[in-house]
């Protein structure tokens, strides 16, 4: 069973920083793209960063300079790394990949999501 677990949330004043992490577990053959989305109340869920197999990154207009992402292909882990956090950027971070895994019908490729972990800036 492929699991995402994410960690790093928290509550942090304006101009502060976090970082999440977010690990695959599992038996896992591949995983293709990683990407963090975000939730604020009463708004859509939004793509904040993105990262390809290769190391190509793509960020939300709002958080470029500000957010890095990353990830460790060793350890099946991607990483954001958040800088210079302003009020706006409260919300429920998810963590999203790209799995190929093994199923009883062969190997298949699906999109994984984890529980979400809450990122709360006081201003």
């Known amino acids: 069973q492929v699991q995402l677990v994410e960690s790093g949330g928290g509550l942090v004043q304006a101009g502060g920083s976090l970082r999440l992490s977010c690990a695959a577990s599992?038996?896992?053959?591949?995983?293709?793209?990683m990407g963090w989305y975000r939730q604020a109340p009463g708004k859509q869920r939004e793509l904040v960063a993105a990262i390809t197999s290769a190391g190509s990154t793509d960020y939300a207009d709002s958080v470029k300079v500000r957010f890095t992402i990353s990830r460790d292909n060793a350890k099946n882990t991607v990483y954001l790394q958040m800088n210079s956090l302003k009020p706006e950027d409260t919300a429920v971070y998810y963590c999203n990949a790209d799995i190929r895994a093994p199923t009883k019908l062969g190997p298949v490729r699906n999109n994984y999501w984890g529980q979400g972990t809450q990122v709360t800036v006081s201003s």
């Open positions: 599992g038996i896992i053959f591949s995983i293709n793209g």
